[in-house]
């Protein structure tokens, strides 16, 4: 992916995408163009598809698509010492509770590990 790239280039990388959030494009420590290139070689697997907020603010909840067409839910809540977030970590579910809208969809398949590791950070963005 990076090629001919100096070895620091992965370094800046790195702080870009899991330290600063930022979109492959955003990351100005790179030159132009390997930030065009990097935004065509790490699509993003997710897709917003809707987000809500509750009526205290507190708590964010986000249904996204994955490439393959499935969504899956992201819950962020905020509390006053500390966040905590909600990562979906399959597609559907094989447990089938009769309560549980993910479990009447049964299971579809076991996310990525950038799958979700997506959710954490566009969550904390």
Known sequence: ML???PDYRIDQLWQGLYEDLADPAEITTLPAGLRDRLVG????GLTE???STGDDGETVKW???LTDGALVETVLMHYAERSTVCVSSQSGCAMGCGFCATGQMGFDRH???GEIV??????QR
Do not use: F, I, M, S
């Open 41 to 44: 070689e790490l699509p993003a």
């Open 63 to 65: 249904l996204w698509r």
């Open 49 to 51: 598809e809707t987000r």
């Open 118 to 123: 997506e959710q954490v950070v566009r969550a």
């Open 3 to 5: 090629g001919d790239e």
């Open 111 to 113: 996310l990525t590990t």
